[in-house]
């Protein structure tokens, strides 16, 4: 049901001027991907596969764009074509340039539509970084903060019956000085693990038809038992029906509770979707909206083994989690891949080695990233956006402290975090709870890591106590290589290059061990360098042979190996592929060379005893 075919009701793709000109930012490394895209077909795909509906129109393909100061007003000229969803700074845009904190970058489209009395139109944007502003026909229809989640306009009174113009607006300020602005990597002068920024739109933007009254978003938890609830969120009046579909034959029907008789569990191993058709009703029982969705019944938990140390479980069963750390960075489309199909192959590789986990490090993907994890049963660690008073490097050094423990003499728990003024901690809870609301429902979803290496840790009880209390149904790792707190249920040590963790340390015996990043193995692949006049470096410096290379990963994971028999219960090696002049991964920054095919991969993992 959730892969229903996608109705455009609006008037078909204009074939844009630009599209037959259209050609990537020059001297730019591309990934196989890229070399072919074809610009009047960039990232159709429906995209938010946990509520579908027919009605909607995909607005991705070529805008006017005009950089200006950010306090001048619209344009009157536009500087060219930009092709969407890519970033100012990608290459795929077209364009390739950094937007400063001075500057406004503008977007201009035209669309068409059918003004209807009986729907409402909405405008989506599945990410813009950072402040959004948004005018239809000259009307401002809404604006935005946060530079990585979904969010949306009703523009129904400002569209009208023909051609209409759409105006955004866009301001990036990245890591200025004073701004705590939720960045993660990026960076205006990007060096060492500090990247390229990315600026304006970066994900799909599409338009919905709705009726007056709909279902805005649906919350679904799910038990071993077979219990099911589906709480909506609804505009307007109306109560739901729900039918839950296995194979394509219906299971289950009921309201906002669904109980699954003998229900298919979900697990990497087998992950079973259910599908899920949600209707909204009135009080004479006609339905008024459907949409359709799915959901994977599982349960995430810890329990102690044998030897009392604590381990993950999944379904009640103990799971080491084994996984890459996962940046999600492309040399031509920068945090948004050059296309579905180029994101798949990443995550297929990473399938095929048999990691069972990945951590998508301080970045939220495009929700379809997360459908195909469901799909695929891979289990995911969520890093939220990190953000600070400035950006990352020497100057950054001193707002973190040294890893330390809260028990330790003469650093108080109070020394420890960060002093972050009210208004930004207000923003960074917003978008952490809005990355949690967007994400709930997606079963490989098992882990929330709120902080990484003290970048931006602040208040850290208060928010682990937050995050237990919104979301019981996940395991919270407070801060993932950071200064330790007795929040949450990890306790994460980072090490480079082969993993080690404190064990002896009776600090974390109530909290389940894992070493959160290790490795950075670094190998540079000629011809494949993103640039070759920068530093290209690995952690623990570079060997001199390609069999040098694959012994230090062989050498790591016998290490974690041993680390999981003495009570380590996940790993997390650095990383997929290289990024920019970081050149640990396990392929090459254009996914052209892959270092270490899968199926080696595999066989050192099961000869370690680190496939469950």
Same mark, same amino acid.
């Given at each position: 049901?959730?892969?229903?075919?996608?109705?455009?009701?609006?008037?078909?793709?204009?074939?844009?001027?630009?599209?037959?000109?259209?050609?990537?930012?020059?001297?730019?490394?591309?990934?196989?991907?890229?070399?072919?895209?074809?610009?009047?077909?960039?990232?159709?795909?429906?995209?938010?596969?946990?509520?579908?509906?027919?009605?909607?129109? +995909?607005?991705?393909?070529?805008?006017?764009?005009?950089?200006?100061?950010? /306090?001048?007003?619209?344009?009157?000229? =536009?500087?060219?074509?930009?092709? *969407?969803?890519?970033?100012?700074?990608?290459?795929?845009?077209?364009?390739?340039?950094?937007?400063?904190?001075?500057?406004?970058?503008?977007?201009?489209?035209?669309?068409?539509?059918?003004?209807?009395? +009986?729907?409402?139109?909405?405008?989506?944007?599945?990410?813009?970084? $950072?402040?959004?502003?948004?005018?239809? +026909?000259?009307?401002?229809?809404?604006?935005?903060?946060?530079?990585?989640?979904?969010?949306?306009?009703?523009?129904?009174?400002?569209?009208?019956?023909?051609? +209409?113009?759409?105006? *955004?607006?866009?301001?990036?300020?990245?890591?200025?000085?004073?701004?705590?602005?939720?960045?993660?990597?990026?960076?205006?002068?990007?060096?060492?693990?500090?990247?390229?920024?990315?600026?304006?739109?970066?994900?799909?933007?599409?338009?919905?038809?709705?009726?007056?009254?709909?279902?805005?978003?649906? %919350?679904? /938890?799910?038990?071993?038992?077979?219990? @099911?609830?589906?709480?909506?969120?609804?505009?307007?009046?109306?109560?739901?029906?729900?039918?839950?579909?296995? /194979?394509?034959?219906?299971?289950?029907?009921?309201?906002?509770?669904?109980?699954?008789?003998?229900?298919?569990?979900?697990?990497?191993?087998?992950?079973?979707?259910?599908?899920?058709?949600?209707?909204?009703?009135?009080?004479?029982?006609?339905?008024?909206?459907?949409?359709?969705?799915?959901?994977?019944?599982?349960?995430?938990?810890?329990?102690?083994?044998?030897?009392?140390?604590?381990?993950?479980?999944?379904?009640?069963?103990?799971?080491?989690?084994?996984?890459?750390?996962?940046?999600? =960075?492309?040399?031509?489309?920068?945090?948004?891949?050059?296309?579905?199909?180029?994101?798949?192959?990443?995550?297929?590789?990473?399938?095929?080695?048999?990691?069972?986990?990945?951590?998508?490090?301080?970045?939220?993907?495009?929700?379809? $990233? $997360?459908?195909?994890?469901?799909?695929?049963?891979?289990?995911?660690?969520?890093?939220?956006?990190?953000?600070?008073?400035?950006?990352?490097?020497?100057?950054?050094?001193?707002?973190?402290?040294?890893?330390?423990?809260?028990?330790?003499?003469?650093?108080? @728990?109070?020394?420890?975090?960060?002093?972050?003024?009210?208004?930004?901690?207000?923003?960074?809870?917003?978008?952490?709870?809005?990355?949690?609301?967007?994400?709930?429902?997606?079963?490989?979803?098992?882990? !929330?890591?709120?902080?990484?290496?003290? !970048?931006?840790?602040?208040?850290?009880?208060?928010?682990?106590?937050?995050?237990?209390?919104?979301?019981?149904?996940?395991?919270?790792?407070?801060?993932?290589?950071?200064?330790?707190?007795?929040?949450?249920?990890?306790?994460?040590?980072?090490?480079?290059?082969?993993?080690?963790?404190?064990?002896?340390?009776?600090?974390?015996? /109530?909290?389940?061990?894992?070493?959160?990043?290790?490795?950075?193995?670094?190998?540079?692949?000629?011809?494949?360098?993103?640039?070759?006049?920068?530093?290209? !470096?690995?952690?623990?410096?570079?060997?001199?042979?390609?069999?040098?290379?694959?012994?230090?990963?062989?050498?790591?994971?016998?290490?974690?190996?041993?680390?999981?028999?003495?009570?380590?219960?996940?790993?997390?090696?650095?990383?997929?592929?290289?990024?920019?002049?970081?050149?640990?991964?396990?392929?090459?920054?254009?996914? %052209?060379?892959?270092?270490?095919?899968?199926?080696?991969?595999?066989?050192?993992?099961?000869?370690?005893?680190?496939?469950?």
């Amino acid at each position: 049901m959730h892969r229903i075919a996608s109705i455009l009701l609006l008037l078909a793709t204009t074939t844009f001027a630009g599209s037959k000109d259209w050609k990537p930012a020059e001297n730019t490394m591309l990934t196989p991907w890229g070399e072919k895209l074809d610009p009047d077909h960039v990232w159709q795909e429906y995209p938010r596969p946990q509520m579908e509906r027919v009605n909607w129109k +995909n607005l991705n393909g070529f805008w006017d764009y005009a950089v200006a100061g950010k /306090d001048a007003s619209q344009p009157a000229a =536009w500087d060219g074509d930009i092709l *969407v969803p890519f970033a100012l700074e990608a290459p795929l845009s077209g364009v390739g340039r950094k937007l400063q904190a001075s500057e406004a970058l503008w977007y201009k489209r035209l669309f068409t539509h059918n003004v209807s009395k +009986n729907s409402r139109l909405l405008l989506h944007f599945e990410a813009v970084d $950072y402040k959004t502003e948004a005018w239809v +026909n000259g009307e401002k229809v809404g604006e935005h903060i946060g530079g990585s989640l979904p969010f949306s306009f009703d523009i129904s009174d400002a569209v009208t019956s023909g051609n +209409n113009t759409l105006i *955004v607006k866009v301001l990036d300020a990245t890591d200025q000085l004073g701004t705590y602005q939720l960045r993660g990597k990026q960076v205006q002068k990007n060096r060492s693990i500090w990247y390229t920024p990315v600026s304006g739109i970066w994900q799909t933007v599409w338009l919905e038809t709705v009726p007056h009254r709909y279902i805005q978003s649906l %919350k679904i /938890d799910t038990k071993i038992s077979g219990n @099911i609830s589906i709480k909506p969120t609804i505009s307007g009046k109306g109560t739901i029906k729900t039918t839950a579909y296995l /194979d394509g034959k219906e299971v289950v029907s009921g309201t906002e509770t669904l109980n699954v008789k003998s229900p298919q569990l979900w697990s990497p191993g087998s992950p079973t979707l259910y599908d899920l058709k949600v209707e909204l009703v009135d009080d004479s029982g006609k339905t008024l909206d459907v949409v359709t969705s799915y959901f994977g019944i599982r349960e995430v938990g810890k329990k102690k083994d044998a030897n009392g140390n604590w381990r993950l479980t999944l379904n009640g069963k103990e799971i080491f989690h084994l996984g890459p750390l996962d940046q999600g =960075w492309w040399p031509d489309g920068l945090l948004t891949p050059p296309s579905e199909e180029a994101m798949l192959f990443d995550m297929k590789y990473l399938q095929d080695a048999g990691f069972n986990m990945i951590r998508k490090h301080i970045k939220v993907e495009p929700r379809r $990233y $997360y459908y195909h994890c469901d799909k695929m049963g891979m289990l995911v660690w969520q890093d939220q956006i990190s953000g600070g008073a400035q950006g990352g490097g020497k100057k950054n050094k001193a707002e973190w402290p040294k890893w330390k423990r809260p028990t330790q003499p003469n650093s108080p @728990i109070t020394k420890l975090d960060q002093d972050w003024p009210d208004w930004a901690h207000e923003q960074w809870m917003a978008e952490l709870k809005g990355m949690i609301d967007q994400l709930y429902n997606h079963p490989s979803i098992v882990v !929330w890591v709120p902080f990484n290496e003290r !970048w931006g840790q602040h208040r850290t009880m208060a928010i682990g106590e937050w995050i237990e209390a919104y979301d019981p149904t996940r395991t919270i790792n407070i801060a993932s290589g950071g200064n330790f707190f007795p929040a949450g249920d990890i306790a994460d040590h980072h090490e480079y290059p082969h993993p080690i963790f404190p064990m002896d340390d009776p600090e974390f015996d /109530d909290y389940i061990k894992v070493v959160g990043e290790f490795g950075g193995h670094g190998w540079p692949v000629k011809g494949h360098l993103w640039n070759i006049q920068t530093r290209n !470096w690995g952690y623990g410096g570079l060997p001199k042979t390609i069999d040098e290379y694959k012994e230090r990963y062989a050498k790591s994971i016998r290490m974690l190996g041993e680390l999981k028999e003495q009570g380590v219960g996940a790993g997390v090696y650095t990383q997929t592929t290289d990024v920019e002049g970081e050149i640990n991964g396990l392929i090459t920054y254009d996914r %052209k060379v892959i270092k270490i095919p899968a199926t080696s991969l595999k066989a050192i993992h099961a000869q370690n005893r680190l496939l469950d």
